[in-house]
């Protein structure tokens, strides 16, 4: 999906109420397609606290909502209301807890994470905030801020370049997965192309031409690269962040 | 190059974690503590013959499974869970973590601790 979709989203009309309960319905599925057996249970229980702290809106978000889990992939959610207790369930759970007024600075502060899930996560429910925010996103043209994630994809290949030369191979492997997903992200972004899950990313850069990031992103979450591969990996990454040009200072939606 | 011991790696993490400890850049800093820890933590349980995956959460699980094995006399899970959510908002969002009501010097003391038990793991 890239931004012409999202800004074709019936949703996006206040007068659409079928069309949103649709895609309600829609993500309802989706969430029993995606979810393996033995997250059902834990799912549950974080809907659940949810609705007890009376929260506004919850979002399964990441690999999961994708149906793109990999080994080493969390199970996510943005909750839009209090925090709930989450110390006593699995620890692959992640819930990122914000009130609606965060949401919206968020989003208009050109923060890529909110924007994903309100564009690709599944909702669990929604008192409206979601659909609001989905409103934001479309009137307001907002894309998440290049310049912030290609200055937060510069600082982590230095951390994974300095990483790879500790000869951790296992500590090097996190970061430069973490450091070439950040490139990737920024770089596609800048491509006009939104990001989708991290699976997904190698194909999204293999499309837009650079394959060899692509693939050394691959073996960072499919295999066991040697350091020797990732620090070439780090390389390919600042080739991603050089081929996005100077920063514009401009957090804006790309011209298609 | 040939692989260096765990218990090794953990000191030299923590080594390059204390000066980012002591100027406050957290990105540094938790980054190479959450990598000194698990490390750590990997070091024991590879002394003891207990299987480590690649996941965060499971070094987690791996850590209270020390602790409760009279292995490790402190429960090192915790400050794992908060290290690496920690870093994830360090390094993704570029925001000040969350460290609860620890602070940074009192995380990095833990991750000595265990650094150094670590240590006395690989030396018997």
């Not at chain 1, 793109?68 to 207790?85: F, K, M, N």
């Not at chain 1, 912030?148 to 296992?170: I, N, P, Q, Y």
């Not at chain 1, 090097?172 to 997904?200: C, D, I, K, N, Y």
């Not at chain 2, 790696?9 to 190479?32: G, K, N, Q």
Request: aromatic share 4%.
């Amino acid at each position: 999906m890239n931004v012409k979709d999202v800004l074709a989203a019936p949703w996006a009309s206040s007068t659409e109420d079928d069309a949103w309960r649709r895609k309600v319905e829609a993500d309802a599925d989706q969430i029993e397609r995606c979810l393996p057996p033995e997250l059902e249970q834990l799912h549950g229980l974080v809907a659940e606290r949810a609705r007890l702290v009376n929260a506004k809106a919850l979002i399964l978000s990441g690999s999961t909502a994708r149906r793109r889990r990999t080994a080493i992939s969390d199970l996510d959610y943005h909750l839009v209301g209090p925090r709930i207790e989450t110390k006593d369930l699995s620890r692959e759970l992640d819930v990122h807890a914000l009130s609606e007024e965060k949401l919206e600075s968020e989003l208009l502060a050109g923060d890529d994470f909110v924007q994903w899930s309100l564009r690709f996560g599944c909702v669990v429910f929604d008192d409206g905030t979601v659909r609001n925010g989905l409103r934001l996103i479309a009137e307001r043209r907002l894309w998440p801020d290049i310049d912030r994630k290609r200055a937060h994809a510069a600082k982590s290949l230095h951390l994974a370049a300095r990483f790879v030369d500790t000869g951790d191979e296992d500590g090097a492997v996190v970061q430069v997965r973490t450091a070439l997903s950040l490139a990737s992200r920024a770089r596609l972004l800048g491509a006009g192309v939104f990001p989708l899950s991290r699976a997904e990313l190698p194909a999204q850069l293999q499309a837009i031409g650079h394959v060899q990031a692509a693939q050394a992103l691959a073996a960072t979450i499919y295999g066991s690269p040697s350091l020797a591969e990732l620090a070439a990996g780090v390389r390919y990454g600042e080739e991603l962040v050089a081929a996005m040009g100077e920063p514009t200072n401009v957090a804006g939606y790309p011209e298609q | 190059m040939s692989p260096k011991a765990k218990a090794q790696l953990a000191r030299e993490h923590l080594d390059r974690a204390l000066p980012a400890v002591a100027i406050e850049d957290y990105t540094e800093a938790v980054t190479w503590l959450f990598a000194a820890l698990e490390a750590a933590i990997v070091a024991v349980a590879e002394h003891h013959r207990i299987d480590t995956q690649k996941q965060h959460w499971k070094k987690a699980d791996v850590a209270k499974e020390l602790h409760n094995s009279a292995i490790l006399a402190h429960d090192f899970s915790d400050t794992l869970d908060v290290l690496n959510e920690a870093r994830k908002i360090a390094i993704y969002e570029g925001d000040v973590p969350d460290l609860g009501d620890q602070s940074l010097e009192d995380i990095a003391a833990g991750v000595e601790t265990a650094v150094e038990l670590a240590e006395q793991a690989g030396a018997r």
